[in-house]
């Protein structure tokens, strides 16, 4: 299944992520992959049927799935309700999907070094399909309380000159680094 998705991404590279509202836009767009944020037990089915009948696959956030149990009840539920894979930060839960034969998608925060190093040994014990890094969107945040005129420090996961320049160029006054190395630029 993983090949498959990987296919879907080639011809659309973005995934909606739905939380509430949205699914209509979803469904109408080119996009081939679907990620339910919040869903329920009581509509899940009902949702991934309509994410179905739309010719895209179907991604619930386990960890986020009211109603549904975060255990090997709640995967094998998803299962039957027909979504095509589970979202999520724990590794057993992960583990446990793979299990089902569902494709996996470990959610993982990249806050800072020593967070990410934890985050790469999560995501060996779960050995997921797709690691799902957050933020994705810091320059776009940089960007956006520098356009505020908010000054900005950039901070976190900064480890090369390009990080910094990058940072830099989207707006930020400064950046933080652990980085020695990156201390004397």
């Given at each position: 299944m993983?090949?498959?998705?990987?296919?879907i991404?080639?011809n659309?590279?973005?995934?909606?992520?739905?939380?509430?509202?949205?699914l209509?836009?979803?469904?109408?767009?080119?996009?081939?992959v679907?990620?339910?944020?919040n869903?329920?037990?009581?509509?899940i089915?009902?949702?991934?049927?309509?994410?179905?009948?739309?010719?895209?696959?179907?991604?619930?956030?386990?960890?986020?799935?009211?109603?549904i149990?975060?255990d090997?009840?709640?995967?094998?539920?998803?299962?039957q309700?027909?979504?095509?894979?589970i979202?999520?930060?724990?590794?057993?839960?992960?583990?446990?999907?793979?299990?089902?034969?569902?494709?996996?998608?470990?959610?993982i925060?990249?806050?800072?070094?020593?967070g990410l190093?934890?985050?790469?040994?999560?995501?060996?014990?779960?050995?997921?399909?797709?690691?799902?890094?957050?933020?994705?969107?810091a320059?776009?945040?940089?960007?956006?309380?520098?356009?505020?005129?908010?000054?900005?420090?950039?901070?976190?996961?900064?480890?090369?000159?390009?990080?910094?320049?990058?940072?830099?160029?989207?707006?930020?006054i400064?950046?933080?680094?652990?980085?020695?190395?990156?201390?004397?630029?």
């Amino acid at each position: 299944m993983t090949k498959d998705v990987l296919k879907i991404f080639e011809n659309c590279p973005v995934i909606p992520a739905i939380k509430g509202s949205g699914l209509a836009d979803a469904l109408g767009s080119p996009c081939g992959v679907v990620f339910l944020l919040n869903c329920d037990i009581l509509t899940i089915a009902d949702t991934v049927r309509s994410i179905h009948a739309a010719g895209k696959k179907a991604y619930i956030h386990i960890d986020l799935a009211d109603g549904i149990g975060k255990d090997c009840s709640g995967i094998k539920f998803v299962k039957q309700c027909g979504a095509d894979g589970i979202i999520s930060t724990k590794a057993a839960l992960i583990r446990m999907a793979k299990e089902q034969e569902l494709t996996t998608v470990q959610r993982i925060f990249a806050l800072d070094s020593k967070g990410l190093a934890s985050a790469i040994e999560t995501v060996k014990s779960g050995n997921p399909d797709f690691v799902e890094i957050l933020p994705g969107i810091a320059l776009k945040a940089i960007k956006l309380f520098a356009n505020a005129k908010i000054p900005v420090i950039a901070g976190g996961l900064i480890s090369e000159k390009s990080e910094i320049f990058a940072a830099i160029d989207s707006g930020a006054i400064a950046v933080s680094t652990g980085k020695k190395e990156l201390w004397n630029m």
